[in-house]
């Protein structure tokens, strides 16, 4: 079984950072891709970023130049560093890894709030 555990949400005032984690656990054969996806309310699930085992990177129109996907992949821990954030970037973000054979898993969400 694997496990996500995300961690370093919460609220934030416009114009702020915040840095998210996501270490997986359990029996990784190899990650394919990992990254976080966020859901606002009212609306439909949308890709963040992500960073494939080539380590190509994707990212969201919305967050191109202020979030930066990076990985530790000894660890298989994935980061994500959100700079200038708005309030639209307000979420549950959620880490998501796929791993070989195309299985893919999904963290428990943690919650972002840009407001003042």
């Known amino acids: 079984q694997v496990q996500l555990v995300e961690s370093g949400g919460g609220l934030v005032q416009p114009g702020g950072s915040l840095r998210l984690s996501c270490a997986a656990s359990g029996s990784i054969v190899a990650m394919n891709a990992m990254g976080w996806y966020r859901q606002a309310p009212g609306k439909q699930r949308e890709l963040v970023a992500r960073v494939f085992r080539s380590s190509f990177t994707n990212y969201a129109e919305s967050v191109k130049g202020r979030f930066a996907i990076s990985r530790d992949a000894a660890k298989n821990t994935v980061f994500l560093q959100m700079n200038s954030l708005k309030p639209e970037d307000t979420a549950v973000y959620y880490c998501?890894?796929?791993?070989?054979?195309?299985?893919?898993?999904w963290g428990q969400g943690t919650q972002v709030t840009v407001s003042s």
């Open positions: 998501h890894l796929v791993i070989l054979g195309a299985r893919e898993y």
